[in-house]
């Protein structure tokens, strides 16, 4: 089971943090957004032993993942409009991957809006 928290209304430039706690042991966390009318895409991903994985060229250097155990967050700085999204949590047993379709448990999702 995972549990996010975090998301809000923000300005452009601002900055929030997501958190994500799973309630078991967990190879790999991965958040994943979805912005309306879009598909849900890969926006990160870490790995138990801390390695990290960016699959969003326009967040580059603004988000950051990381992890304590089992629990992942994200960082996301001078946001802007396009990030509005509702943002997931994914966990996955065996592998990294920005593929909606390969996690094996998701959060329950957390909406970040980006006002101009």
């Known amino acids: 089971q995972l549990v996010e928290s975090g998301g809000g209304l923000v300005q452009s430039g601002g900055s929030l943090r997501l958190s994500c706690a799973a309630s078991a042991d967990v190879y790999a966390i991965g958040w994943f957004r979805q912005a309306p009318g879009k598909e849900r895409e890969g926006v990160a991903c870490?790995?138990?032993?801390?390695?990290r994985l960016y699959y969003l060229e326009p967040v580059g250097g603004r988000f950051i993942i990381s992890r304590d155990k089992n629990t992942a967050y994200l960082y996301m700085t001078n946001l802007n409009s396009e990030d509005t999204a509702v943002y997931y949590c994914?966990?996955?047993?065996?592998?990294?991957?920005?593929?909606?379709?390969?996690?094996?448990?998701w959060g329950q999702g957390t909406q970040v809006t980006v006002s101009p």
């Open positions: 994914a966990a996955s047993r065996f592998v990294c991957s920005n593929d909606p379709e390969i996690p094996d448990d």
């Open positions: 870490i790995r138990d032993n801390g390695q």
